[in-house]
């Protein structure tokens, strides 16, 4: 008969192998990994941090596939059952895709991002089973499904209204929003009061335990809130693909020939009496004009004498001045009789519209 083997006896098969990294020290590593590059002010495209995402996750993987031999986990077993040193483990699957969404690799976002919410959802069932945190776990499939596009009967129908009980649902969706908010920031708080303890090495076993608990439940509300911005850029992705296919299928256009410029008549006999329709045709060039008209003595320079001309601009300027001084001189007359008018009668005369 076979002897059971439990999972100590596989914990010490695997440390014992020199090739290979410990358990605690593979999650320890790619937990720091995440941190940094968390924290970093360092562009998230650049070379130096792809590199260090993906050997984060290289070994937050291989590190899962130790736990999966292990076995450390099962659905038979409640909370308290779990060691305090395999408490932490819980936190792998969150870790591994929180990393996988450092990934910036844009040819293969749609991949990483499915594969990120995998993980997500796989954290948030376990820590369902256990119950850990009250929360309601996301749909499985990642469509996001509108309150306002499925009737009673669950046929689709366009509403432009929403009704009343789709109006609750939002508000209780906001207000579980509110309510995960206030958890992650009080869980945030306790969690630097206790990390000190544990990070200086002077924390029992109760402090580590609800060091580690802390963390699993503060990364329930990130996994809830990051597995919403998934979806919306699932949604994104997908349509953008699909319409990527459209233009790709549509037939590319072929170039036409220049097209000719015509008249735009009744019929031919109207453009031969009537010429084109519409006046101003130009029928020779500017210096044509110009050699045809020299040609003729008709020119401004050509057909007057300068000495005839400037005779008639000097009658010009004489009946001009004959005309000023008529002019002027009976705008003098009108002038003293104006001022004799002005000696016989007062200022005001006659203007009698504006007295009582």
């Known amino acids: 008969m076979a002897e059971s083997i439990n999972s100590n006896d596989v914990r010490q098969a695997i440390d014992l192998n020199a090739d290979t990294p410990k358990l605690s020290e593979l999650f320890d590593r790619g937990w720091k990994i995440f941190e940094e590059v968390d924290s970093t002010n360092e562009p ?11 050997r984060g996750v290289n070994m937050l993987e291989e590190a899962s596939r130790m736990v999966a ?3 450390l986990f099962s659905r038979n077993e409640e909370l308290e059952e779990i060691a305090t040193a395999d408490l932490k483990y819980l936190l792998l699957p969150c870790l591994l895709g ?22 997500f959802m796989d954290f948030l069932r376990r820590c369902k089973e256990y119950n850990i945190l009250q929360f309601e776990l996301p749909n499985s499939t990642g469509e996001r499904a509108s309150p ?9 129908k366009a509403n432009p209204f929403p009704c009343p009980t789709n109006l609750v649902a939002m508000a209780a969706q906001r207000q579980a929003k509110i309510e995960r908010y206030r958890q992650k920031k009080e869980l945030e708080a306790r969690l630097s009061d206790v990390r000190r303890a544990v990070e ?21 509300t990130v996994c809830l809130e990051e597995i919403e911005s998934i979806d919306q850029e699932v949604e994104i ?13 549509q037939p590319t ?3 036409r020939p220049p097209m000719k410029p015509f008249i735009l008549t009744r019929d031919a006999v109207q453009a031969q009496v009537f010429g084109a329709g519409y006046p101003s045709l130009p029928t020779m060039t500017v210096d044509d004009w110009y050699e045809q008209h020299k040609k003729r003595g008709v020119l401004p320079d050509q057909g007057v004498p300068r000495k005839v001309a400037v005779e008639e601009d ?26 004799d008018w002005k000696d016989t009668h007062r200022r005001g005369y006659g203007n009698r519209q504006n007295m009582g």
């Open 44 to 54: 998230l495209g650049s070379n130096s941090i792809q590199v260090r995402v993906k």
């Open 69 to 71: 031999q292990l076995d």
């Open 98 to 119: 929180a990393l996988s969404m450092k990934q910036t690799t844009r040819d293969k976002r749609l991949e990483i991002v499915q594969t990120a919410r995998a993980y």
């Open 148 to 156: 306002d596009d499925a009737s009673e009967d669950g046929n689709s």
């Open 200 to 220: 200086s090495g002077q924390a029992d076993d109760d402090v580590t335990r609800d060091f580690y608990l802390l963390n699993v439940r503060r990364w329930v």
């Open 237 to 249: 992705l997908k349509n953008m693909d699909a319409l990527k296919e459209s233009a790709a299928k």
């Open 253 to 255: 256009q072929l170039s």
């Open 314 to 339: 000097q009658d010009e300027k004489d009946e001009g001045k004959e005309k000023g001084d008529e002019d002027d001189d009976e705008s003098l007359l009108k002038a003293r009789n104006w001022d």
